[in-house]
């Protein structure tokens, strides 16, 4: 199976670095193959300057400003590739986490997705013991919807991977979402497809720069609300966000 990493960054020099730096780890330690696209979602500082600095990363334009519009171009531009790691530009991608994925797909034939929790690397301790008592809430619920509900399952939208052929007959991206619920919606139409695997080994490390920024609590309620709304309604229950960088 040959993976590509996609990766979104919209004005991200502050964290592509350590970003690229990490999945470029990853890919010597595991050796698996694996090949990278980052894609440069308008940005106006030196992402692309620092991304295509990098001899193994093919960069790619994408002027519509929006997650989705830069998943669709890094999906578009993904080709030929088996399995497709979206990532972010604020995740650092851990040791194990590439021998992980290939080991849960091989183990399953019929699997189309695979996702995982975050783990904030730059939060107190308090903060990250209210992040796990969510994430019990989050495993309760993917048993739930996938098994009980049969209605979807669940997807961090910076840390999945999908088959291509799974995504192509699932139709691809849904344009219209802005930011929220983005991933939910994949998680609900690739689960037409196959078993869609939401596991505690498939951890990343990221940024908590919007609990930091927007509180946890609320972070959390925001995203709950439009998992729900989108797993129930189709379509996100908040439309506006909130660019936060660095």
Known sequence: ??????????????????????????????????????????????????????????????????????????????????????????????????????????????????????????????????VEVFYGFTYLTYIINRFILRVGSVIHGGNFVFRRWAWEQAGGYDRTIAFYGEDTDVAVRLSRIGPVKWTHRLRMNTSGRRIEKEGIIQTGLVYAKNFFSMTFRGKPATVDYQDIRE
């Open 1 to 130: 199976m040959r993976l590509v990493f996609v990766i979104p960054a919209y004005n991200e020099e502050a964290m592509i670095g350590q970003c690229l730096d990490a999945v470029m780890a990853e890919i010597k330690r595991s050796g698996h193959p694996a090949d990278v696209i980052v894609v440069d979602n308008a940005s106006t500082d030196r992402t692309n300057e620092i991304a295509s600095s990098y001899a193994d990363v093919t960069v790619v334009k994408e002027t519509n400003k929006g997650l989705v519009h830069a998943r669709a171009a890094g999906f578009a531009a993904s080709a030929g590739y088996d399995l497709v790691a979206n990532i972010d530009a604020d995740t650092m991608v851990p040791e194990g986490w590439l021998t992980t994925v290939f080991d849960e797909f091989e183990k399953n034939p019929q699997l189309v997705c695979v996702s995982g929790p975050y783990h904030y690397y730059d939060l107190k301790r308090s903060q990250l013991a209210l």
